[in-house]
């Protein structure tokens, strides 16, 4: 049985890694995905009125953002899962019983710290973050059928 405890700094990890470079990009490809969506809306409002423009662009803003809150969500845990499970295997190669997270440890001496060599550790991996989302505005006609504009 290992004995032997270090720490790692997981936002440090986050925000230096390969990993954390390739969830902001991730992202990037999202957002475009969103502002592309946003501008095909306002394209659905024209020839409306403005209370049917006033409702749809509200109803367009709240998915909108609330697909922007689950997407950084989503690649934010994925982005987690795949370092914990280097975390895990740069654990068992090392022969060590446990590593916290830097934010529970209250001392600790410096070199029982693998942030960096986590950091190494995770320089060659591809998080799947899935497919891309696909965004659809939804609008009704003068004729109240609704149409869809993807995005």
């Given at each position: ?26 992202l ?47 690649a ?30 209250i ?45």
């Amino acid at each position: 049985m290992f004995n032997k405890i270090a720490y790692v700094n997981l936002v440090r990890v986050l925000n230096e890694s390969t990993v954390g470079q390739s969830e902001l990009a991730r992202l990037q490809e999202v957002k475009e995905i969103l502002v592309n969506a946003e501008q095909a809306a306002q394209e659905a409002y024209l020839g409306m009125s403005d209370e049917e423009k006033e409702r749809n662009r509200a109803a367009d803003i709240a998915n909108i953002n609330q697909s922007w809150g689950m997407e950084q969500q989503n690649a934010r845990a994925a982005s987690i899962r795949a370092i914990l499970k280097e975390v895990e295997d740069y654990r068992n190669s090392n022969e060590l019983g446990m590593i916290l997270n830097s934010e529970y440890v209250i001392a600790a001496e410096q070199q029982y710290d693998v942030t960096d060599d986590i950091i190494l550790h995770v320089k060659d991996i591809t998080v799947e973050y899935g497919d891309l989302p696909s965004f659809t505005v939804t609008r009704k006609e003068d004729s109240n059928e609704e149409n869809e504009t993807e995005a």
